[in-house]
RNA sequence: GAGCCUGUAGCUCAACGGCAGAGCGCUACACUGUGGCUGUAGAUGUUGAGGGUUCGAAACCCUUCAGGCUCCCCA
């Protein structure tokens, strides 16, 4: 008895409905990214996890990579993240680039987590970054960008936020409180789990990190205060580029936003989508302009984001903001009426595909009923029928399967008969 | 890595420890040159898998796998 081997804990399996969704995220992603000005890049799937090791969290690379040895003995590691491997390629080539880098990536990457809804071991990623520029006004186009996807796919303002913070603020309001450096990643995740924790909890987990009672008055005072950004000279530059971008719609400060990274130093930002369910962001990002100098490279300032393809694609089907799906990319079906047209039932599908359309051809003869059924299940448009009474005369038989209407015309003006149809359709 | 919930037809779900069912979908026919809508008929299945308790298990117990909700983490 053989068992049945199931797909590996956390993937997906991309029927074509699902490849459709997929190819959606990535089709808008891909249009955000070139509106402005990014180039596609990509990095290898597989990599050594000393990329990791220097810079990611101990937890992403002891806990959360898949490595395994190759049968060379080498540690190799399916990547969890891209961001090492851009600092790597950018420092390789920094004196040959022309900077600013505008570069974007969507491609796969891997973590051993465990796996709920909008997280899963094996997903698809956007990623988007621009290095070499130091200003807020180029946090702001990277948040621009992130804006421009959002309403690309009918989210709006009203339904997905981008949330901004800035470190540096924040490190000088902890600076104002006393708060010791040491104790800044400790207050970041304090701040972070603020929204999970009960209020009595949360105030003896401050305790607990060492904060005294005035430091935990000050620090409450600075959450709750949404117009701390007035006090950061590079937010007040941010939201006057949000606005000239158009996007300061979507965009709210937050003093709540953290993001555990260690490598940001500036700006960061999340995305929510703010009527759902989910309580995942969007995507997320920031500004680290250490990194590229921690990993062996020339100082370079760098802003970027990542966006993974499964909370967005649950929200846009929640939402019901997907476009229908089409299962044949061909919007005309050839019927077979029987063996002795067949052949020429494939001629003229074959004509048909030479001047330029596609064309799903019903691979043997079968009743009419049968084929138009098939039709229509595919979502064709159109649909061709070549019997006996159309070979006699030189003719096809068209018909429009969105109105139902037919014509039998000749074969020499098919071809424009079907482009008029189509062309109905869409407009 | 830890806790809790769930798993029955392709899908969504019923079934007190006592004959495994409904809706949708699917197939055929009504209609021998025409889809959708309608009507009629038909097939749905190792009740996730393995073991145990019981006269009898989809149900109770154990193990395991998968999904979901938390913790953790969110690069």
Same mark, same amino acid.
Request: charged share 20%.
């Given at each position: 008895m053989v068992s049945k081997i199931q797909s590996v804990k956390g993937t997906r399996e991309f029927y074509p409905e699902q490849m459709a969704l997929r190819n959606f995220i990535y089709d808008k992603v891909r249009a955000a990214s070139r509106s402005f000005g990014y180039q596609e890049w990509d990095a290898p799937f597989i990599e050594s996890i000393d990329l990791y090791a220097a810079k990611s969290g101990e937890e992403l690379v002891k806990k959360q990579s898949f490595t395994f040895t190759d049968r060379s003995g080498d540690f190799v590691t /399916? $990547? =969890?993240? @891209?961001t090492p491997s851009l600092a790597r390629m950018i420092v390789a080539k920094q004196g040959e680039l022309t900077f600013p880098v505008r570069w974007w990536s969507f491609g796969p990457f891997w973590r051993y987590e465990q796996p709920q809804k909008g997280r899963g071991r094996e997903f698809f990623q956007w990623n988007i970054d621009m290095l070499g520029v130091s200003s807020p006004e180029a946090d702001a186009e990277l948040i621009a960008v992130g804006a421009t996807f959002l309403r690309s796919v009918g989210l709006s303002p009203q339904l997905a936020t981008i949330y901004v913070n800035n470190r540096r603020l924040m490190d000088s309001q902890f600076d104002a409180l006393d708060i010791a450096v040491e104790k800044r990643m400790d207050v970041s995740n304090l701040v972070d789990r603020r929204s999970k924790m009960e209020p009595a909890k949360w105030d003896a987990y401050a305790f607990e990190l060492g904060l005294n009672e005035s430091q935990l008055v000050g620090l409450k005072d600075i959450l709750a205060n949404?117009? /701390?950004?007035?006090?950061s000279d590079e937010l007040v530059r941010l939201f006057a580029a949000l606005e000239s971008l158009g996007v300061k719609d979507y965009v709210k400060f937050d003093? %709540?936003?953290? $993001?555990? @990274? @260690?490598?940001?130093?500036g700006t960061v930002f999340e995305a929510f989508?703010? +009527?759902? +369910? @989910?309580? $995942?962001?969007?995507l997320g990002g920031g500004r680290y302009d250490n990194l590229l100098a921690d990993v062996g490279g020339q100082p370079l300032p760098a802003v970027g984001f990542a966006m993974g393809d499964m909370v967005i694609g649950i929200i846009l089907q929640e939402k019901g903001l997907l476009p229908e799906f089409i299962? +044949? =990319?061909?919007p005309i079906l050839m019927t077979i009426f029987d063996e002795s047209l067949m052949q020429e039932s494939f001629s003229l599908s074959a004509e048909l595909r030479n001047a330029g359309l596609n064309v799903l051809c019903y691979p043997e003869p079968a009743k009419l009923q049968k084929q138009f059924k098939f039709a229509d299940k595919m979502k064709a448009r159109v649909v061709l029928t070549l019997g006996p009474d159309e070979a006699a005369n030189a003719q096809v038989t068209v018909k %429009? /399967?969105?109105?139902g209407e037919q014509v039998t015309v000749t074969r020499e003006s098919v071809f424009e008969v079907i482009q008029k149809i189509l062309a109905g359709v869409i407009s």
């Open positions: /399916l $990547r =969890p993240e @891209l949404f117009d /701390l950004w007035k006090k003093p %709540n936003i953290m $993001r555990g @990274l @260690l490598y940001y130093t989508d703010t +009527s759902g +369910s @989910l309580k $995942r962001a969007i299962p +044949s =990319p061909a %429009n /399967l969105v109105n």
